[in-house]
């Protein structure tokens, strides 16, 4: 289960994402986390397909309750 960086922040969902299947471009995620959109761009070879499947169990933490937009993971 994904850990929200604080505890009161809701769980993100993933809302839509588009994945290269050749991992030559960057993935994009839309998250939603409670009333707030944010979006997460994975670099080529960051992670592997499988991964790339299920990013909120491979990405590290991050800062959901921070005011921010976009998160860059290379």
Not at 23 to 32: A, G
Not at 35 to 41: F, G, R
Request: charged residues 25%.
């Amino acid at each position: 289960m994904v850990k929200a960086s604080d505890g009161n922040i809701p769980q993100p969902t993933i809302i839509s994402r588009e994945v290269d299947d050749d991992d030559s471009w960057e993935s994009e995620y839309r998250l939603q986390i409670g009333d707030k959109v944010k979006y997460l761009v994975i670099a080529p070879g960051t992670f592997t397909r499988e991964a790339l499947s299920l990013p909120l169990y491979s990405i590290p933490n991050l800062p959901y309750a921070q005011d921010w937009n976009v998160a860059l993971i290379a």
